[in-house]
């Protein structure tokens, strides 16, 4: 048996905002949450904090509802619901993570007493500091402004290391993999690099936030529960969106 064999990985990020998307937690199946995924997705984290790594939560609402989805709507009020939708998410994980034995607190940022707690920047570090998961709902409580934008601002506000962004694509590629099976996925860009060319790893106002305060977003893929605990230990998995240099996969 090798001596280092039993050894655990240390963390490379101390305290990190996770952005989940809608899509994620519905998982590809019938209905708008997938639980045993979301499951998964619990004993994954309760597995790094365990290592000492503190998390904060957004969470995207992709798969109830988006503002977008109201054509024929007023946009604000369609935001309305989306908000809404996000608070439906972030209750359903936080059963999931309290069933597993995560202790865990919702902060909306639209006050609903009766079912979270009103998002206060120092309450919710000391939740964190504490040892707590810290799921924001409501996105911002703005309309126009994205959960990935919400993402980067809470990042900001509690003093994270790392935002990252699990998405139902593996990386930042050069083109869109879908639609062109000769893309190339990058290793790290730069985040000048994402407004000038238009890639869609995320919106524009979240990028050009995260370069402004100098925040890294770590994009890859949550097909595996698994990968959000590979990014926290230090494993070369999806695109480092920071300051520098861009790198493309070989």
Request: glycine share 10%.
């Amino acid at each position: 048996m090798c001596e280092n064999e039993n050894i655990s990985p240390t963390p490379i990020y101390k305290r990190v905002l996770l952005k989940l998307s809608g899509e994620a937690l519905a998982a590809g199946k019938k209905g708008i949450l997938n639980y045993e995924y979301i499951g998964e997705i619990a004993e994954v984290i309760k597995r790094c904090t365990a290592m000492g790594v503190q998390f904060g939560i957004i969470v995207g609402a992709g798969n109830i509802w988006r503002g977008r989805h109201g054509e024929s709507m007023d946009r604000t009020r369609a935001d309305h619901m989306g908000m809404l939708a996000t608070t439906i998410n972030a209750l359903a994980i936080q059963d999931a993570f309290l069933s597993h034995g995560i202790d865990t607190r919702v902060m909306t940022a639209i006050a609903m007493h009766e079912f979270a707690e009103p998002y206060i920047r120092n309450k919710a570090v000391s939740h964190l500091e504490r040892g707590r998961v810290v799921i924001f709902g409501c996105g911002l409580g703005i309309p126009f402004i994205s959960t990935d934008t919400a993402a980067v601002l809470r990042a900001a506000e509690i003093n994270a290391d790392v935002v990252l962004m699990a998405k139902n694509v593996d990386g930042v590629y050069n083109a869109d993999p879908k639609l062109n099976p000769e893309a190339k996925k990058f290793n790290s860009i730069d985040y000048m690099e994402i407004l000038i060319r238009g890639l869609g790893a995320m919106d524009t106002t979240a990028t050009s936030l995260s370069m402004d305060n100098n925040i890294p977003v770590h994009v890859f893929g949550l097909d595996k529960a698994e990968n959000i605990y590979k990014v926290i230990i230090g494993e070369k998995l999806g695109t480092i969106v920071k300051g520098g240099n861009s790198e493309n996969e070989a």
